[in-house]
């Protein structure tokens, strides 16, 4: 299902209660159609949400640690926040997959936060294995019962799952690129954009290409880079984006007027979006 490029512009803020708010305004990419244009994000307060969807399967195994407390004289990891976005492997509905070690809960605030952006949770199975507890939702627009689309209401969903994390989990902070803006604790390391910065296209099949993009993470990140590839007409079709403690990966599928991204047009793209994320500012629109 091809990701639509007509998307409501969510401005974001932080409120008093530590939650992102928004409000609305039309935004419509390069390339879009007339019928994209009319589609508009809707933020609700409605219905109350259900735990009974949660489906918890029993614990694997324990992640042990190897940096001291000088309080309780335990050792502890801090494990890599993982955030990802799936728009590909389910059809009617956007995947969201959360992992924080083991530290995680049954996340009722995270989905609660959810709802109020105008989306259901519509099925959540908590899992775990070596690499810690896996959170993951299925969420629906609460309006029309159809996966999320929009580029900048999946940016709102990854902005509001991240803030809630660190909101309960304030040691993750340092680990995030948000916690500069909105952790008390900021990462003590800095990501060089030119050496996080991978791009590549490869063909995935005669009538689409295969967009990878690894870079370091800002707020934003999702948006700009669809707003970059849609300018030059290029339309994206679905993909996964992945916020991986500093680092964001992206893997869209992409297509020119329903053909494969030949070479020259693959190098304008690639040529694009380098220039775009190794500028030293981002636009405050962008948040």
């Known amino acids: 299902m091809a990701v639509a490029m007509a998307a409501c512009s969510l401005g974001l803020h932080l409120s008093a209660d530590n939650t992102f708010r928004a409000f609305e305004k039309t935004t419509v990419f390069k390339g879009s159609s007339a019928a994209d244009a009319t589609k508009l994000c809707y933020i609700t307060h409605k219905t109350r949400l259900s735990s009974s ?38 059809p009617d509905a956007t995947v969201v997959e959360i992992t924080f070690g083991d530290r995680l809960g049954a996340l009722l605030d995270t989905m609660n936060a959810l709802k109020n952006l105008g989306l259901n949770v519509v099925k959540a199975n908590v899992f775990l294995d070596s690499s810690g507890k896996h959170n993951k939702f299925s969420i629906t627009k ?28 304030p040691e993750s902070s340092a680990q995030l690129a948000l916690g500069a803006a909105f952790g008390l ?29 690894e870079t370091a ?71």
């Not at 335990?74 to 926040?81: R, V």
């Not at 609460?142 to 309960?168: F, H």
């Not at 604790?185 to 993009?213: K, N």
């Open 142 to 169: 609460a309006d029309s019962g159809r996966k999320v689309e929009d580029p900048e209401l999946l940016e709102a969903i990854r902005l509001t799952i991240l803030n809630k994390m660190i909101q309960y989990h």
């Open 53 to 90: 969807g949660i489906t918890i399967i029993p614990r694997a195994s324990t992640v042990t640690g190897t940096v001291e407390d000088g309080n309780q004289g335990e050792t502890d990891t801090i494990p890599t926040p993982i955030v990802i976005i799936d728009q590909d492997s389910d």
């Open 185 to 213: 604790v900021a990462p003590s390391e800095q990501v060089d954009v030119e050496i996080a910065t991978h791009i590549t296209i490869s063909d995935d099949g005669p009538d689409r290409s295969l967009l990878y993009v």
């Open 217 to 287: 993470d800002r707020p934003g990140l999702l948006v700009d880079l669809v707003k970059i590839i849609t300018d030059i007409n290029i339309a994206v079709e679905s993909g996964e984006f992945d916020t991986e403690g500093l680092l964001a990966k992206a893997k869209f599928h992409v297509n020119y007027k329903d053909k494969a991204l030949i070479k020259p047009l693959q190098q304008v793209l690639v040529n694009s979006l380098r220039y775009f994320l190794r500028r030293p500012s981002t636009e405050e629109s962008s948040f």
